[in-house]
């Protein structure tokens, strides 16, 4: 089942970090970033978080499973939904935990066969 529009848009208010937390629709799912790292994904209308050591620096005993076939196992923050400081404050601290994302190579004008 993909996930519906709705949801990701109520993670996004939930989470309130404005312009900062940012989705991208994939496979009908989304991935979401916080200053261009990501930090969660959104599957099945469920919020899975990257996993790091923020969920045991913040005390925060959430189950986990995987967010895909054959990805490893995810935080499943869905009952921190409706607590924004909470769930802002996992997404930030795990993105400050994440490594910036790889520069992308430019490319080369492409030559026509003129």
Do not use: W
């Not at 790292?37 to 469920?46: E, G, I, M, R, T």
């Not at 189950?63 to 009952?79: F, M, S, T, W």
């Amino acid at each position: 089942m993909a996930t519906q529009q709705d949801f990701v848009d109520y993670v996004m208010e939930q989470v309130a970090l404005g312009d900062r937390l940012t989705q991208k629709k994939m496979f009908g799912e989304y991935a979401l970033y916080v200053d261009g790292k990501v930090v969660a994904f959104a599957c099945d209308n469920s919020l899975f978080i990257k996993p790091s050591t923020a969920s045991t620096k913040l005390s925060l005993e959430l189950p986990r499973r995987p967010p895909y076939p054959g990805a490893k196992d995810y935080l499943v923050a869905d009952e921190l939904l409706d607590d924004s400081d909470r769930i802002r404050q996992l997404v930030l601290e795990t993105a400050a935990l994440m490594p910036m994302p790889k520069a992308k190579k430019a490319t080369s004008p492409r030559k026509s066969g003129k």
